[in-house]
């Protein structure tokens, strides 16, 4: 049973224009939620993060808003750019006391000319 | 800072082989997470380490792996007897809390 979902495996966009990858989960007890950033042969790169207190969080060009009554979450690039084009994963800590993340599967973002 | 470092890169091995791959987490950072990623699965915690005591292993699919951590400098993920579906990317994460660092990963093929 997949605790945090990303239902779409792919997404693509044109440059400039704004990107929104989307995550939902089912376990409340998650107090954190990060987004990874991952090229091909590479590990995940750590891009953002939200607490669950908060609703939204701004880093430049990324912004994560959190809806927990909706259990769902989402990440905005604006504007998006040709280097943005790789796998995004939602990640979420908690859930009963463990301290690793529990990741969707990801979502293939391409960035178009 | 070198980052997380794993080794080897890539392992292509026959059915039935034993497997190791090794991990050195960043220096100071006190948990060590073992992954694995599948096209079916994800990416999927298979066992993590908290000054180098294992902590939680329900992610571990089977006897057949096991995974141990020496010291705060290195770390191990050994497969015996590899099948081949256990054909995936290992990787190796260190957190000095709740920020992840992931290494490059291992790509394992079993055939």
């Known amino acids: 049973d997949q605790q945090v979902k990303q239902n779409s495996p792919s997404l693509s966009v044109q440059e400039g224009r704004i990107s929104i990858l989307n995550c939902d989960y089912t376990?409340?007890?998650?107090?954190?939620f990060l987004w990874y950033k991952k090229y091909p042969a590479e590990g995940p790169t750590f891009l953002i993060s939200i607490s669950s207190i908060k609703d939204k969080n701004e880093d430049g060009r990324f912004t994560v808003f959190l809806n927990k009554s909706a259990k769902h979450l989402s990440l905005h690039i604006v504007p998006s750019q040709p280097g943005d084009s790789a796998v995004y994963f939602c990640a979420a800590r908690g859930g009963g006391g463990a301290d690793g993340l529990t990741f969707g599967k990801g979502t293939h973002l391409i960035i178009q000319p | 800072d070198a980052g997380v470092i794993q080794s080897p890169r890539h392992e292509v091995t026959e059915m039935g082989q034993e497997v190791t791959l090794r991990c050195k987490p960043i220096?100071?950072?006190?948990?060590l997470f073992w992954y694995r990623q599948t096209m079916m699965r994800g990416l999927e915690l298979l066992i993590y380490?908290?000054?180098?005591?294992?902590?939680?292993d329900s992610g571990m699919p089977e006897d057949r792996f096991s995974a141990k951590m020496p010291n705060a400098s290195f770390s191990t993920l050994k497969i015996q007897p590899s099948e081949p579906r256990d054909s995936a990317v290992y990787f190796c994460?260190?957190?000095?809390?709740?920020?992840?660092?992931f290494g490059s990963g291992t790509r394992l093929t079993v055939v």
């Open positions: 376990n409340s007890m998650f107090d954190y």
């Open positions: 220096s100071g950072h006190n948990s």
């Open positions: 994460a260190s957190s000095p809390g709740t920020f992840y660092t």
């Open positions: 380490f908290n000054n180098n005591v294992p902590i939680d």
